[in-house]
């Protein structure tokens, strides 16, 4: 089992920044890509970003790109999400989660996810 544990979510005005991390622990880190999800209310789950194991490639979502930036450390067991000039229609629990898969983008392709951080950004 990989046990994903998600920090750094909170309240920001419109055109802030916030950083998203998500530890792991209990398996090799650097053996999964990882990925962050959000779930605004009433919504479904979507894919925000993916990075690959080794940091080599990784992918985002349209409104994400440019905006976002993820990263990872696979020194620390820890994926990162940088969130910059962060709008009202951010605000949503973040998820991260581990994959075999390259760059999936679809959540059934993650096996392990983390409890999820709320972001809200005021306008």
């Known amino acids: 089992q990989l046990q994903l544990v998600e920090s750094g979510g909170g309240l920001v005005q419109g055109g802030g920044s916030l950083r998203l991390s998500c530890t792991a622990s209990?398996?090799?880190?650097?053996?999964?890509?990882m990925g962050w999800f959000r779930q605004a209310p009433g919504k479904e789950r979507i894919f925000v970003a993916a990075?690959?194991?080794?940091?080599?490639?990784?992918s985002y979502e349209d409104s994400a790109k440019g905006r976002f930036t993820i990263s990872r450390d696979n020194t620390k067991n820890t994926v990162y999400l940088q969130m910059n000039s962060l709008k009202p229609e951010d605000t949503a629990v973040y998820y991260c989660?581990?994959?075999?898969?390259?760059?999936?983008?679809?959540?059934?392709?993650?096996?392990?996810w983390g409890q999820g951080t709320q972001v809200t950004v005021s306008s």
């Open positions: 990075i690959n194991w080794n940091s080599g490639t990784s």
């Open positions: 989660a581990a994959s075999y898969g390259v760059l999936p983008y679809k959540m059934h392709e993650y096996y392990y």
């Open positions: 209990g398996r090799t880190f650097s053996g999964y890509a």
